[in-house]
Each structure stands twice: as C-alpha cells, then as structure tokens.
C-alpha cells in the first residue's frame, strides 16, 4: 500500500507499529516518505472487504442520520439554516468521520455565499480547533522523529497544543537558541484513516463515471490528484521543502511573509518552524483595531495568488482563514505548506487568454481556450457551444464581467458542462479550490469584492510584457478584428496595466520594441504603420484644411480653395494616439525630466535601429504608393475634365453638318 523511500536528511526507524491513544506508550513508527499508490491500496483493500464495509456504514450510519433530522425538522416547520444545534451536529459530524470529510468542511467555512452565517461559525473551528490527540503520544513522536525527548530538543514547549487542525496539532515553544517556533506533530492513525475513505471514495467515482453518461469529467483522475496532494500533506519534510520554495519565488512580493523552517527540529511527522504572532483575516473587528487594512491584505493576496497560478504555477491549494493571517506590522502571512500543487505552462497561459476574452466577451476565443485547456477535444464542434458561452454571460451586458466573483461564472459553466462534451482535467479542481476559497475570504472581509476585477491588472501587464509567444499571439488577437486595429482595446490594456503595482513602463516600451522589430512581430508592424500614416495624414489634413481657412476666412484671399479635412476615421485614428498618449503620461514611472536620456538610450539600442529602419522603408514605400494613387486619380480627373469640356463641342460640329 505505502512506497516506502528513506530521505538524505532523516534517520532510519526501527519497525512499524499501529497506534491507539490505549497504547499510546507503545513504540510508534510509520513508513518515512508515503506516496499515493492507487493500485497498491486497491489490491490492500480487495484482500480485506469487511473493514471497507465497515468503514462504509460508519460514514453513511450517521450521515444519513442527520439528514434526515434536517428533513424533519423542514418538515416541523423549523428553520434550519438558523438552528444553532443542527450547525454544531454538522461539524461535529465532519470531525467524526475523519480528515478527508474536515477537508470538505474548511472549505465550506469560507464561503459566506453558500453557508449559512451560524453554520459557518461553527465549520471555522474546523481550521484549528479540532479535537487534540493526547500529549504523551505527541511528545513520543517528537523523541522518535528528533532523537531525543522534548525537554532536551525545545527550552519550552506549551502545555497543551495552541492549535488542531484535520492532520496534526501545533504547540508554541522556544529553541534553546532563544527562537519561539510552532511546532506541529502530525495525527496517530492518520495514513489508514485517509487512505481507506480515498479507496472508497475512487471506488464510487469510477462508478459514477462509467454508469453516469452525463458525467464526462475525470473524476477518478481528480481523486488521485487529491490523493497525491494529501499524501505529501503527511510528509512534513516535504512541506518544509514546500516552505522554503515558496519563499524563493513569493517571499520578495511587498507585505507577503513566509515563516522560516529550522531542518535541525523537523522529520517526517515533526515540523519546527518560525512563530508567527497574527490575526485570521476573518477576524475584521480584532483586524481593524490593530490599525490593519484587512482589504489591503486581500488585494495582496489575490496579487500573490495570480503570480502562483499564472506565473510560476507553484501555488497553495489550501488558503483558507487559518492558513492565511495578519500579521502586527500588516503583512499578510502564509502558513500551512503541505497541501501545494503545480500548474503547467500551457494551461497558465491558457488561463491567462480565457480571462482575457471573459473580460473582453470574446466567446468564440474563450471556445479555443477550453480546448487548450483540455476541457474540450480538438475535434468537438465549437459552432453551438459559442452562443452558450454567450448565453451565461448574457446578464453581464451593460456591465463589466470583471464584476462578476468567481464562484457565479464557475456554477454557470459548471450548468454548462452537463449539456456539451465537456471534461473537467484533474488539475482544474485544485485550482478553482484554491481560488473558490480566497474569494471566500474576500467576500466575508468586503461583500463588494470582486476577484477578476482586482486580476485583471495584472493579466493586462502580462499581456503587455510577457514575451512568451502564446501571449504575443493572444495580444495580436486582442488588438486586430478582421486585420483592422482596434485602438479601444489598447487603451484599456494600458489603463488596466497601469494600475499593477510591478507595472514597468520602461520594460514595455522595451520589449514592445524588440517584438516590433522581430519577424514575429511583423503583422502587427505592418498594421501600426498603416494606423500612424492615418494618423499622419489626418494631423497634416487638419493643419492644410485650417491654414486654407485661415488664409480664405480671414486674410480674404478667396482664389485659394479651403482643403477638406481629415475624414471621420482618420480623425478618430488621431484622437486615439492622443488618448494614449495622455495615458502613458499618466502612468507611474513616466517623468517628463528623463525622457531625453531614454529616447537617447533607445536610439543606441539595436531593436530600435532596425525597427526605426523598417518602419522608415514602410512609410516611404506606402507614401509613395499613396503619392503615385493620387496622381493617377488626378490624371483620371483632369482626362475625364478634358473629354467633357470635348464633348459639347463635338455634338455642335454635328449638329451643324446635319
């Protein structure tokens, strides 16, 4: 059941025995690194079916039971979602049945939308204040782990465990160093306890997958995601690992903090790391009263969430309020490493086009995405699925669909996903757990708070900056329609940009420039140049047409004819260059007094020579052609001048030989 591998920076253990808190003076040693073996544990549980029968009817006896108390109290007329009493049966319930079943209750207790507001506070003791295992067997795991007993390792250590939560329980010490830690001891029992209900549970999805038709996701695929994850929860060195990656890649982002994890104090199910004095971002009041901006910290939040998901796809899969807490100097404070999980780079950039065309209601692009996604199979026909795309969105007409939270699009499409052959990939479920959660958290700080709205910013940056190909082809997409230059599009990419707080003005102009001048950039060059000669050329038609006025209104001289102005396309090619350039004046690193030494410093840069001479080569080439244009169409109006004045003379000579 258990692959068994001993790690380069642990000890070996002397046996494997089970534990019981009755036993709880027994020798007790596990395997050190478990890894999720689905076949391993199917084969274990085949060869015992009265223990997965019992642990069924353990689940089922007392779940069926409060259901149908709920059902009778609807029936008495009691109002559930008030009853104080059902809500504590609830979480006492989720505790009974075990870690996985608390797993799905923390993640309820962040969702204000769904759960009653008396059931919620009882599902957020789930975070942290379950039941404790008893002293005496965490304090041999400490001797078991570290090699020596607590006294010995730790110069104080609680008297009981400041927290509990659904694998382990956490005290408060000191190093002998002077240090104050938290030290978390993981659950006795816990490896056959989880395995048997992700048996039981991976038995019923490949059920449901194969009898029920209408389910297409794979939902035995999402289970051994799940596993996978779990079981590297219950390794603490690798949560340690975990702790200390995602410092390296999230550690420098402003007001984020990571604890820091002492290796000499941790093993396999001992983990010491930095205390860390702060406040649930739930608990407003206590927030507020500190002089903290709990709004501030969710916007921080979501910043280091995107960078996770859409950046370097290493990101935490459990962020819910006991994981995430306020520190007294206002950071934002991220705890628990053990449940992470990665995303690829073709599915990060995916995610990225398919908020792009949610915002901007590109439906038929948003059908593409779900196909690089793996929802959707290359060969499925888009052609219905389009409008149904439309159809979920059709109540965000006349308003942004960056207003819209994340847990309403995810119901609508989930609707969605029933009626064509979608399939949900394994790794999607982790993600929208992820961001399902922290939007909870978001909502019970602010009502009015909207994810998308705070990410898009920042999808706007990456769209701007990132020079990865799938982005490049998805701005040249988001820019052009049918190869005419939508100018709106730009300009709201620039507004949005500008408020990320990693903006760099400097870097877009930067790398703008060297895609311009590279072959990949080519089509857009192409049209740009198009758009400033209509620019151009409505600048000098307006400048000729108000000069000819000027000369005709005012001086007199009435012989010259006043020249037409620019035509209403050209005048709104104009008026869009000087939207944008008032918006990059606007925007933050832009200062009047360096511009000369930057224009200074492009003009060396190599991109920017060769960009300059194509461009020049393009303009010259494309004025000449309009040059030539005109003069053979004056040529065609001056001949056409000539054969009228012609004609009348002709029918005279005729008439008079008549």
């Known amino acids: ?31 050190e690194i478990l890894s999720y073996n689905p076949a391993e544990i199917k084969a274990h549980y085949q060869a015992r079916p009265w223990q997965v029968v019992r642990r069924i009817f353990a689940v089922l006896g007392p779940t069926i039971s409060f259901v149908l108390g709920l059902w009778w109290d609807n029936k008495r007329g009691v109002v559930v979602k ?6 504590i049966q609830l979480r006492d319930l989720l505790t009974q049945l075990g870690p996985a079943y608390i797993k799905i209750g923390q993640a309820l207790s962040t969702r204000p939308d769904l759960v009653p507001p008396i059931y919620l506070e009882e599902l957020t003791r789930l975070q942290d204040q379950l039941p404790a295992f008893p002293n005496e067997i965490a304090y041999q795991f400490i001797e078991e782990e570290l090699g020596n007993p607590p006294e010995e390792v730790y110069a104080e250590l609680s008297a009981m465990p400041i927290a509990a939560a659904s694998l382990g329980q956490v005290y408060k010490g000191k190093l002998k160093t002077g240090e104050e830690v938290a030290v978390k001891i993981q659950r006795p029992d816990l490896r056959e306890r989880i395995t048997i209900d992700l048996y039981i549970l991976r038995g019923l999805a490949a059920w449901v997958q194969k009898k029920v038709k209408r389910v297409r996701s794979d939902l035995v695929g999402i289970l051994d995601e799940l596993g996978d994850r779990i079981f590297e929860e219950m390794d603490y060195i690798h949560e340690g690992e975990n702790a200390e990656r995602f410092f390296g890649l999230y550690g420098h982002i402003k007001d984020i903090y990571v604890p820091k994890i002492y290796w000499e104090y941790t093993n396999r199910r001992v983990l010491t790391m930095e205390w860390i004095n702060g406040t649930k971002l739930t608990q407003t009041a206590e927030i507020k ?7 501030y910290l969710i916007e921080v939040g979501v910043q280091c969430s995107l960078r996770q998901l859409l950046e370097h796809g290493f ?28 995303i690829q780079p073709p599915q990060r950039y995916g995610l990225i086009e398919a908020i792009v065309h949610v915002v901007n209601r590109d439906f038929e692009g948003l059908a593409q995405d779900y196909v690089k996604l793996e929802f959707l199979s290359p060969e499925t026909d888009l052609t219905p699925i389009i409008p149904a795309f439309a159809k979920v969105f059709a109540n965000a007409q006349g308003a942004s669909v960056a207003e819209f939270n994340i847990k309403s699009i995810t119901d609508d499409l989930s609707a969605l996903m029933y009626e064509y052959p979608f399939r949900v990939p394994p790794y999607y479920a982790l993600i929208i757990r992820s961001l399902v959660t922290l939007e909870g958290i978001a909502i019970y700080i602010d009502p009015d708070f909207k994810v998308l ?20 082809t998805s701005l040249r997409d988001l820019l052009f329609k049918e190869g005419k230059f939508r100018w709106n599009r730009l300009e709201n990419l620039l507004k949005n940009a500008r408020k990320n707080q990693d903006y760099d003005l ?22 740009l140049v198009d758009e400033v000669l209509n620019g151009l050329n409505a600048l000098s038609k307006n400048v000729l047409h108000n000069f000819t006025y000027l000369l005709r209104e005012r001086v007199g001289i009435t012989a010259i004819n006043e020249t037409p102005g620019a035509t209403v396309e050209q005048q709104q090619t104009l008026e869009h260059i000087k939207n944008i350039s008032n918006i990059l004046r ?3 690193g832009f200062d009047a007094t360096q511009l000369a030494p930057q224009i200074a410093q492009l003009l060396v840069n190599p991109g920017v020579q060769r960009l300059g001479q194509q461009v020049t080569n393009q303009l010259l080439q494309k004025a000449t052609i309009r040059l030539l244009r005109e003069l053979l169409a004056a040529e065609e109006v ?8 012609a004609k009348p003379t002709n029918l005279s000579l005729s008439a008079k030989r008549v």
Do not use: C, W
């Open 1 to 31: 059941m258990i692959v068994k591998t001993l790690p380069t920076n642990s000890r070996p253990i002397e046996g494997e025995l089970q534990v019981t808190e009755q036993a709880m003076l027994t020798k007790i040693v596990e395997p």
């Open 82 to 87: 008030n009853d104080q009493r059902r809500a």
């Open 289 to 295: 009263a500190q002089g903290i901006d709990a709004r």
């Open 315 to 342: 990101f935490h899969a459990d962020p819910h309020p006991g994981n995430l807490l306020a520190t007294p100097d206002g950071k934002l404070a991220y705890l628990d490493f053990g449940m992470m999980s990665e």
């Open 453 to 472: 709205s705070e990410a898009y910013p920042y999808v706007s940056k990456r769209l701007l900056t990132d020079p990865a190909p799938q982005l490049r």
């Open 506 to 527: 400097n870097l877009v102009i930067n790398q703008g420039v060297d895609f311009l001048a590279s072959e990949r950039g080519s089509f857009i060059r192409d049209k």
């Open 586 to 588: 606007e925007t933050r």
């Open 638 to 645: 001056n001949s056409s001048e000539k054969s009228q004045l």
